[in-house]
């Protein structure tokens, strides 16, 4: 059985950090993709960052500059460092990975997720 089990989500102040990560266990294959999706209240859930296997990323324009993905192929973990967080980055983040596909899109979503984690960002 495939898990995903996140951590390092909580409560903090605009301009603050946090480091999500996330630990994908049960899967023999090799994961191609890995990455962050968050979904405000209200919202539709949306794509923050992904990164490949080769440790080729994507951002979200929103979060560019800001967020970093990184992964340990090794450990099949894989890293979201938030820096200048702001209240519009509250959101639950939810980690995800495919063994199979490469990019990620409405109609084509990853094939595994985690439970999600809260962030929350006060002004």
């Known amino acids: 059985q495939v898990q995903l089990v996140e951590s390092g989500g909580g409560l903090v102040q605009a301009g603050g950090s946090l480091r999500l990560s996330c630990a994908v266990s049960?899967?023999?294959?090799?994961?191609?993709?890995m990455g962050w999706y968050r979904q405000a209240p209200g919202k539709e859930r949306e794509l923050v960052a992904s990164?490949?296997?080769?440790?080729?990323?994507n951002y979200a324009d929103s979060v560019k500059g800001r967020f970093t993905i990184s992964r340990d192929n090794a450990k099949n973990t894989v890293y979201l460092q938030m820096n200048s967080l702001k209240p519009e980055d509250t959101a639950v983040y939810y980690c995800?990975?495919?063994?199979?596909?490469?990019?990620?899109?409405?109609?084509?979503?990853?094939?595994?997720w985690g439970q999600g984690t809260q962030v929350t960002v006060s002004s």
């Open positions: 995800a990975a495919d063994p199979w596909r490469t990019t990620w899109g409405p109609s084509n979503l990853p094939r595994y």
């Open positions: 049960g899967i023999t294959l090799s994961i191609n993709t």
């Open positions: 990164i490949l296997s080769g440790r080729s990323t």
